[in-house]
């Protein structure tokens, strides 16, 4: 189903969707943040349509933020905080997904902690071989696999940080 033929419930949240991402979208910090809209056929006859907010964390993983929307029903469908949640508000769609979206940065940075526990845990204590690790990670083709300067420059005083708390201290 085109957006042509969509309900304006549908439309006027992708609208409302793209006025809020605007700011963050395509920027590495919030891991090329972008959005994607695809018609399904879920087999039941009900036409469903998914908004999928997509980017990346540090080393490339993908990460999306779901919204579904069943175009019989008019109801928007998400995973939230909550769990799932199904709603016909499409202001509630949008506040349920804001802290998601805000959010990304850090979880960026969380995945790039869990990346240097890792990597420390697992015996590569040494300050060359982390710098290493970050700057190829730095100097990515993957535009939102990639970190910013800052990321880089916080990962580093991270992994000094908890290899002075590991008792390994940074070489």
């Known amino acids: 189903m085109a957006m042509m033929e969509c309900s304006t419930d549908l439309q006027q949240l992708c609208s ?9 979208a395509g920027r590495v910090d919030y891991g090329n943040l972008r959005s994607r809209v695809s018609d399904w056929d879920c087999g039941d006859g009900e036409p469903v349509t998914n908004v999928a907010l997509v980017y990346e ?9 779901n919204i579904s929307y069943y175009h019989e029903s008019g109801a ?49 204590s040494t300050t060359a071989g982390l710098f290493g690790h970050l700057n190829r990670i730095l100097q990515s083709d993957f535009k939102g696999g990639t970190i910013t300067h800052l990321e880089f420059r916080d ?3 991270y992994a000094v940080q908890y290899m002075k708390e590991q008792g390994s201290a940074p070489k």
């Open 16 to 24: 409302r969707i793209q006025e809020f991402i605007a700011p963050f």
């Open 155 to 157: 990962a580093m005083t």
């Open 76 to 124: 928007f469908a998400l995973i939230d905080v909550e769990g799932e949640r199904t709603t016909r508000s499409v202001d509630v769609v949008i506040e349920s997904i804001s802290p998601r979206i805000s959010g990304i940065p850090q979880k960026r940075r969380d995945a790039l902690q869990a990346e240097i526990r890792r990597l420390i845990d697992g015996g590569s």
């Open 57 to 65: 964390t540090p080393g490339g993983s993908t990460d999306q933020i």
